[in-house]
């Protein structure tokens, strides 16, 4: 009896020592270097992050980055989704195809777009072939924020929409076909049964896929480091180069939990702004 | 109000064939039970219909318009589920309002009709609640007041009361009689319960591997089957199919003889239960296995020369397993079968 009462937590200790030592321990550690200075509490690290040339830009840059990134992911991975929906065959090649850029670690998608952006890439020799520019054109450099700015949301959204369509499309199997079928015999056409049954009822699904895309798009670094070097700061790219060009890894801590703190709140507005009362679930 | 004309329907996946040009009338305001086993097609029947599957060939009209190429909600016609697709993220209410709102019907028209409905069903305290919070019965309700909110020309259901228990069931299924009755909506209803068929339609068309075996009153449909297989879906316990040799025009089975018109040297005697007096000599042998009292019978199962047999006698019947009776069926109630088709052959007697 005893023995069969510890074996759950016997089979989770392992994920659970592994997780406290990896996870819980480091987290201590950052807070506490982001709130001590030589052994003191204190928020001299923090008002030095704040007082940093590029700390204002860097926040307004992540936001602007999450804002555009966003809805433009979760409005092209619910086409997507719906249009999957509707394939009869080759529905899972589609999908498999479709998601090809989830196997891809950030820095090499932010290599890849590099490639075709930078002076001598694809994008300016397609261009030149077309006769539409002279010589190579210096799209992400610091001079041309706004095209650079697109290079990123670009990439960013090559790399990372596939993850939201997964949980799309995961959600949109879990609606019974029923309900589409009825609203339509009642006189719903296609985008009223959108808006109306499928749209409500996957919303649990938008709530998940919005909380971990917007999370993760907090935490953007590899592929605007890629494209961009320091050229258009970010959070998190605020954060590596304190820890290992400035060598002040107290400012760095301050940065992550800036970070932490930003996505903490985001994920509870979604929690609460998308909540499904337990009545109106299924 | 509208009848249905169905006409050489057929429905093909691939090389398989699910309906095999299927031709049937629907009467304005009749009550019509597609009844067979899982499999038969009626569901893809029912689905054509509504709009809600693609026929491969042949066509439906509705009210005597050409419906075939239509989609489903320009078909005029409600329709309920058998998992009662009650929108779970709207209210009762607005749930039966569905239909009327996709109309655009102003709101005092949209709550005259969801108040008549729901009146209808017996729902009206629900109105404000959510599905999550309904039990299987009250959402089938629901479902069925949305239907019938709309004030349908045809109603299709497909399977509406299997999901509820037994008794639950029986209550609904005297309910929906009485709703639809006075409504006068036309019907098409997906069974595979011959009980629930035989107590609403009023005809039941009957289907087997993608065609009709037969179409008739409920009663008829009980005591002539057309085939073999109509006498052993309808009716609880199935009819009793009993091969007989024949001779000089005369079937013959230990003393029973009964003159019948067939070029076959054997036929397939179709009985049932109740259609059989125990008498003293005489008529058929049979040997007693098991006895089932049921209430309002006694259900004795054995064999009639070494075929399977069921006989219903009075309850109170001093009968145990291992004896022998001899059955007298009564001979105008018997259906002559071919045993080689499986059809039924014209009475000689």
Redesign the interface.
């Known amino acids: 009896m005893t023995n069969n009462r510890l074996l759950p937590y016997l089979l989770i200790a392992p994920a659970t020592v592994f997780l406290v030592l990896l996870f819980v321990v480091p987290l201590v550690q950052t807070i506490a270097l982001a709130f001590m200075d030589n052994g003191v509490a204190s928020l001299t690290n923090f008002r030095k992050m704040a007082g940093d040339l590029n700390f204002g830009l860097s926040i307004g840059n992540t936001f602007l980055l999450v804002l555009a990134v966003i809805p433009l992911q979760i409005c092209m991975a619910l086409v997507m989704a719906m249009m999957i929906q509707k394939l009869d065959k080759g529905r899972d090649l589609v999908l498999w195809i479709w998601i090809i850029p989830l196997g891809i670690s950030d820095l090499a998608a932010g290599l890849v777009w590099l490639a075709i952006l930078q002076d001598r890439g694809y994008f300016n020799t397609v261009l030149n072939m077309l006769g539409l520019v002279d010589g190579p054109v210096n799209w992400l450099s610091y001079e041309a924020p706004v095209s650079l700015f697109v290079g990123v949301v670009l990439a960013e959204v090559w790399r990372a929409t596939a993850i939201v369509l997964v949980i799309l499309v995961a959600g949109l199997q879990l609606i019974?076909k029923?309900?589409g079928?009825?609203?339509?015999?009642?006189?719903?056409?296609p985008w009223?049964r959108f808006r109306k049954?499928t749209l409500?009822?996957l919303k649990p699904s938008i709530q998940s896929a919005l909380i971990l895309r917007t999370v993760l798009a907090f935490e953007v670094f590899a592929v605007v480091y890629a494209l961009s070097g320091r050229n258009f700061p970010v959070l998190v790219g605020e954060a590596y180069a304190w820890q290992h060009v400035n060598q002040n890894n107290g400012v760095a801590a301050a940065y992550a939990i800036l970070v932490m703190a930003i996505s903490l709140a985001a994920t509870v507005i979604y929690i609460r702004a998308l909540r499904?009362p337990?009545?109106?679930?299924? | 109000m509208a009848g249905i004309r169905i006409d050489a329907i057929e429905k093909r996946f691939g090389a398989a064939r699910a309906l095999e040009q299927l031709t049937l009338d629907v009467e304005d305001g009749e009550f019509l039970a597609l009844l067979g086993p899982s499999g038969c097609g009626k569901t893809t029947l029912l689905r054509i219909i509504a709009g809600l599957e693609t026929q491969t060939s042949g066509r439906i009209f509705i009210g005597g318009r050409d419906v075939s190429a239509l989609p489903p909600r320009e078909r005029g016609l409600a329709m309920v589920f058998q998992n009662y697709a009650v929108f779970p993220h709207m209210t009762v209410y607005e749930n039966v309002a569905f239909g009327l709102r996709m109309k655009g019907a102003a709101d005092a028209e949209v709550k005259k009709q969801v108040e008549r409905a729901a009146g209808l069903l017996h729902i009206e305290p629900y109105l404000e609640r959510y599905p999550a919070k309904l039990s299987g019965g009250q959402r089938q309700r629901v479902a069925v007041a949305r239907a019938l909110a709309v004030q349908p020309a045809v109603l299709l259901m497909d399977e509406p009361l299997s999901n509820l228990d037994a008794l639950l069931r029986l209550e609904m299924r005297s309910e929906l009689k009485s709703v639809l009755n006075s409504s006068g909506t036309t019907t098409v209803y997906v069974t595979h319960d011959q009980t629930e068929a035989m107590g609403l339609a009023d005809r039941i068309a009957v289907m087997h591997k993608g065609v009709i075996e037969q179409i008739d009153r409920p009663q008829a449909l009980y005591e002539r089957p057309a085939t073999r297989f109509v006498g052993g879906f309808v009716g609880s316990p199935p009819m009793n199919f009993i091969d007989m040799p024949v001779k000089a025009g005369l079937a013959r089975l230990g003393d029973f003889a009964n003159p019948v018109s067939t070029g076959r040297d054997t036929i397939t005697a179709g009985i049932r239960a109740e259609d059989i007096a125990v008498v003293e000599r005489g008529g058929l042998p049979f040997d007693v296995m098991v006895c089932e009292p049921l209430g309002s019978t006694l259900l004795l199962t054995g064999r009639v020369a070494g075929q399977l047999a069921r006989v219903a006698v009075r309850p109170d019947a001093v009968v145990a397993p291992g004896d022998r009776l001899n059955l007298e069926p009564s001979p105008g109630r018997i259906v002559w079968i071919d045993p080689a088709n499986g059809k039924a052959i014209g009475q000689a007697a």
């Open positions: 019974p029923e309900y079928e009825a609203a339509e015999i009642f006189g719903a056409g009223t049954i409500p009822l499904t337990p009545e109106m679930q299924p």
